[in-house]
T-cell receptor
C-alpha cells in the first residue's frame, strides 16, 4: 500500500537555489495539498488542488509554486530558496474536498534545510 | 477566521497515567474535528474524528467528544503506554472552506516507563 509518497526525504539547499519536492498518490484522490510544519505552529497550508488542472493558494503560498497535470502527482517547487523556508513539508491527499469530515492522508514528510 | 488552540507541551507522564490534551476551536457553522498523531520521524496519521455535535470519536483507547457549547474537542486516554509518546494535533475543517484543515500548534507527549 503506497498511499502518499514524497521525495526526497532530506534535502539541503543553498540560498537562491531552486528545487522540486515530489508527491504522488495511488488512491485516485481528488484533493491534494502541501503543508509546512514549523515548531509550535502546527501545519500551515501552502497550496492545494481539487483536481487535475486546478490549483489554489493556501495560507502561506509565497515562494512556492505548484501544478497538477495528473490526478496522481502534485509537485511543489521552491523558486529561489530562502532560510525561512527551512521546514518539514508534508504532502496530503483525500478522496474529496466537498464531503464533511473527509479523512486526509499524509506522506512521511520532507525535511528541507536552506543554508 | 478559523483557529484551533491546544495546550502547549511537552506533557510528561508515567506509564498507565491518565492523559488529557485540551483543544478548543473558533469557527463559523459546524466544522468537523480531528485528532492527528505524529510519531517520531513519521508523517501525520488520523487518530479519530467527529463530524457533528455530541459525536464521540474513539480509536486505540483514545476518545474525544465534540462539544458545541464549549467549542471543545479534548483528547483523553485512560492508561497511556510508552508507545503513545508522540505529537498530537487537533484540527478542524469546514465543508464551506473546501475541507481544508486548520491545525493547532501540536502537543508533545512523552510517556516514561
Amino acid at each position: 500500500n503506497a498511499g502518499v509518497t514524497q521525495t526526497p526525504k532530506f534535502q539541503v539547499l543553498k540560498t537562491g537555489q531552486s528545487m522540486t519536492l515530489q508527491c504522488a498518490q495511488d488512491m485516485n484522490h481528488e484533493y491534494m495539498s502541501w503543508y509546512r510544519q514549523d515548531p509550535g505552529m502546527g501545519l500551515r497550508l501552502i497550496h492545494y488542488s481539487v483536481g487535475a488542472g486546478i490549483t489554489d493558494q493556501g495560507e502561506v503560498p509565497n515562494g512556492y509554486n505548484v501544478s497538477r497535470s495528473t490526478t496522481e502527482d502534485f509537485p511543489l517547487r521552491l523558486l529561489s530558496a530562502a532560510p525561512s523556508q527551512t521546514s518539514v513539508y508534508f504532502c496530503a491527499s483525500s478522496p474529496s474536498h466537498s464531503e464533511p469530515g473527509n479523512t486526509i492522508y499524509f506522506g512521511e514528510g520532507s525535511w528541507l534545510t536552506v543554508v | 477566521g478559523n483557529s484551533v488552540t491546544q495546550m502547549e507541551g511537552p506533557v510528561t507522564l508515567s506509564e498507565e497515567a491518565f492523559l488529557t490534551i485540551n483543544c478548543t476551536y473558533t469557527a463559523t457553522g459546524y466544522p468537523s474535528l480531528f485528532w492527528y498523531v505524529q510519531y517520531p520521524g513519521e508523517g501525520l496519521q488520523l487518530l479519530l474524528k467527529a463530524t457533528k455535535a455530541d459525536d464521540k470519536g474513539s480509536n486505540k483507547g483514545f476518545e474525544a467528544t465534540y462539544r458545541k457549547e464549549t467549542t471543545s474537542f479534548h483528547l483523553e486516554k485512560g492508561s497511556v503506554q510508552v508507545s503513545d509518546s508522540a505529537v498530537y494535533f487537533c484540527a478542524l475543517s469546514r465543508k464551506a472552506a473546501g475541507n481544508k484543515l486548520t491545525f493547532g500548534g501540536g502537543t508533545r507527549v512523552l510517556v516514561k516507563p
